[in-house]
Nanobody, 126 residues
Framework: QVQLVESGGGLVQAGGSLRLSCVAS????????MAWFRQAPGKGREFVARITWSGGRTEYAESVKGRFTISRDSAKNTFYLQMNSLKPEDTAVYYCAADNKLSTWYSSRASDFGSWGQGTQVTVSS
């Protein structure tokens, strides 16, 4: 099992930037994929981006392509979500997730990921 702790959320004006961090501990050597999801009030948990831990292959939701960048620092067991050109519709609680199943290399479903952080609020004002 992997434990995840997020940080970096906050309040920002539209057009601004934030960087979220997620530190992993525990059985990190077996991690296949790390991802970011978000959940806005009254909505389901939505895929944002994922990265494979070994090869660093990335995938993004259409709504964030060109604005968000997911990356990892293997030495620090940490991965990041750099969010630029933020929009009010990006407002949500952001969660980091991880799993050791190789099938998650291709998954955008929250139910496929077994480890989750506690969530961090991102609010974008217009």
């Amino acid at each position: 099992q992997v434990q995840l702790v997020e940080s970096g959320g906050g309040l920002v004006q539209a057009g601004g930037s934030l960087r979220l961090s997620c530190v992993a501990s525990g059985r990190t050597f077996s991690t296949a994929t790390m991802a970011w999801f978000r959940q806005a009030p009254g909505k389901g948990r939505e895929f944002v981006a994922r990265i494979t831990w070994s090869g660093g292959r990335t995938e993004y939701a259409e709504s964030v392509k060109g604005r968000f960048t997911i990356s990892r620092d293997s030495a620090k067991n940490t991965f990041y979500l750099q969010m630029n050109s933020l929009k009010p519709e990006d407002t949500a609680v952001y969660y980091c997730a991880a799993d050791n199943k190789l099938s998650t290399w291709y998954s955008s479903r929250a139910s496929d990921f077994g480890s989750w952080g506690q969530g961090t609020q991102v609010t974008v004002s217009s």
